[in-house]
């Protein structure tokens, strides 16, 4: 493991060079998000439900960004939002109301009038934003899917661009499509404080340890589709499930030599004053988490190196899977913790669970693939290119 000297750091203590995002409650979000913020003078008297359906073979990824384009979409036609995980799950054990936005869905919820069942587009028909216009007599503005946001397979109908956000930009002022996600999800949750009985240590060690002021913290997000392989030896009710091996370490050796690069570039060349290096490893793999913690630990003079990781298993989350309540609750304290850093560390990969998990709170995401690691871009410039047979990426 690289080492770095103290001599590195030259300037006062406590300076961040990467912000984090704004609490909610505090000045600075409501200047960011001001039109993310409940407004208890409007009467709301319809109603947006995020619920994945039973055969949906997605999972948190999914769900978080629908919960955000839905919360975006309420804020323009002025309509409730509730959501959940679908029988079964307490989600209200893992998360908690940021503000007066109740978002738990009532007992025996039906979504009837005025209420519009919002799922992934390529599952179900859905109302078309004119139909909700006219319902509920406001302007309602397409807004497009944050999930692949971070897309670095270059599929460029899958990208997102600034001109989708030109109507939400109208009916919303203030909407930056930059943070629109961060915006959104701040205003709606938080970790509840009983998601520690899913996660230990969570809020005495290792959240204190993420949001240390002092503490240059990085989340590297691993996968290696060892969630996915038990899934399916799941589906065929193999005796003898797939076992791991030790071949996914080189495979997460471009990811690793990423966040090393980083630290190099934020301690030596930019300045900052920090007492230590912190990753945060998640991962879906629980042998290649203590592998890293075990190799990649270092407190031995210079700056530190610190290695976290929690005791998730790793196990896939997917609606269609029938997840139990823990299997809910440890991918959404990783996801969760992933947006607790300075910044992220990914590979091509892991753009759909690590990516949404950076907009969680806007966090800047290194793209490792392929040996690279250079910032990616959330949002790009110009007007989105038609999706045509000849121009599929």
């Known amino acids: 493991p690289q080492k770095f000297s103290r001599a590195a750091r030259t300037v006062e203590k406590n300076k961040r060079w990467v912000s984090r995002f704004p609490e909610y409650n505090s000045l600075e979000f409501s200047k960011q998000c001001g039109w993310a913020l409940p407004n208890s003078s409007i009467t709301r008297n319809c109603t947006f439900l995020v619920r994945p359906t039973s055969n949906d073979g997605e999972g948190i990824s999914l769900w978080v960004s629908l919960i955000a384009q839905a919360h975006q979409l309420a804020q323009q036609a002025q309509c409730n939002l509730v959501f959940d995980y679908g029988p079964g799950i307490d989600v209200s054990s893992v998360l908690s109301p940021s503000s007066s936005w109740n978002w738990t869905v009532p007992t025996n919820f039906q979504c009837r009038d005025r209420c519009y069942h919002w799922l992934s587009p390529s599952r179900s028909p859905r109302v078309s934003l004119e139909t909700i216009s006219k319902q509920e007599g406001q302007p309602v503005a397409t807004v497009p899917l944050y999930r692949y946001a971070y897309n670095f397979k270059n599929l460029r109908f899958l990208q997102l661009y600034q001109d989708e956000f030109a109507g939400i930009q109208r009916n919303m002022p203030g909407f930056v499509p930059e943070i629109g996600m961060a915006c ?30 002092d503490s240059l913290v990085m989340s590297l997000y691993i996968r290696t589709l060892q969630a996915d392989k038990a899934f399916n030896d799941e589906k065929r009710n193999h005796t003898n499930p797939y076992r791991e091996d030790t071949s996914y370490r080189n495979q997460s050796l471009d990811i690793i030599n990423c966040a090393i690069q980083q630290e190099t570039s934020y301690i030596e060349n930019k300045n900052a004053s920090f007492s230590r290096v912190v990753w945060l490893v998640v991962s879906d793999s629980k042998d290649l988490k203590q592998w890293i913690a075990e190799t990649y630990t270092d407190e031995s003079g210079g700056i530190p190196r610190q290695v976290i990781v929690t005791t998730a298993r790793g196990v896939h989350s ?49 793209d490792a ?24 990426k």
């Open 318 to 366: 997917r609606s269609d899977r029938g997840p139990s309540q823990s299997d809910f609750a440890e991918a959404m304290v990783d996801w969760y913790l992933i947006g607790e850093s300075d910044l992220v560390v990914m590979d091509k990969s892991s753009v759909s669970f690590g990516g949404t998990a950076a907009l969680r709170t806007a966090r800047p995401v290194q």
């Open 184 to 213: 959104s999800l701040t205003s709606l949750f938080r970790l509840s404080p009983d998601s520690s009985q899913f996660v230990l240590h969570l809020f005495t060690k290792i959240l204190p340890t993420l949001r240390d002021e």
């Open 369 to 392: 693939s392929d040996g690279k690691c250079i910032r990616a871009i959330p949002i790009r410039e110009g007007q989105k290119p038609h999706r045509t047979i000849n121009n599929k």
